[in-house]
């Protein structure tokens, strides 16, 4: 693909009823950051455009913004949230989960695996699956579309990462290496350092570090199937 358009959704805006916390973080603001990082990261790839289909200013209907997608004959559409369980309360409900449409398009489906994966292995939360749903933006929009659950604002545990900084750029980070990762994106002036010279000894890489060792155990076994040597080894925090 010569020329990649990317429509990136924050769902729903400031004033969207009920889409908050229960201590009362507006799920836009989260949204909406995660979004801006995520375009100036896909700034650095070659021949990749990026809109934004939502606004600071007021929530954007669910059918204007898939008419504006369709428009401007977008490649791909990611809508991005954090979710809810449970009737306004704490709860356990945990973990990321990201969704497709029923009719599971393959292209849709590559990418929403893609960005799951990434997804999982950089926050080390809870893997709840790619799924299937009817959502509007998936039904409506005629290019692959997926839509991320990046976090619960019900639980008492994800809403402090939903609010830190870190933790959204974490997110946008792993959803542009996604989709980097499923569209073969090139970054724009890649160019290797050269290497210091060697003395006597090793380079040892560390790639990851999760609570959950089955990611890590994941991790692991990806690098193997890729030629790497790799061992899981705990330390106390």
Known sequence: MNHLKIVLDAGHGYDTPGKRSPDGMKEYEFNRMVANYAKKLLSQYKNVEVYFTHSDVKDIPLQTRTKQANALKANLLISIHANASGSGGWNSAEGIETFIH???????VKLANSVHKNLILATGLKDRGVKTANFHVLRETTMPAILVECGFMTNQGEIKLLRSDSYRQKCAEAIVKGIAEAYGLEKVN??????PPQENGLYKVQVGAFNDKKNADFLAEQLKKAGYKAMVIFEKK
């Not at 029923?102 to 849709?108: F, H, V």
């Not at 890649?190 to 290497?195: F, R």
């Open 102 to 108: 029923t009719r599971k398009p393959a292209e849709a």
């Open 190 to 195: 890649a160019v290797s350092s050269p290497l």
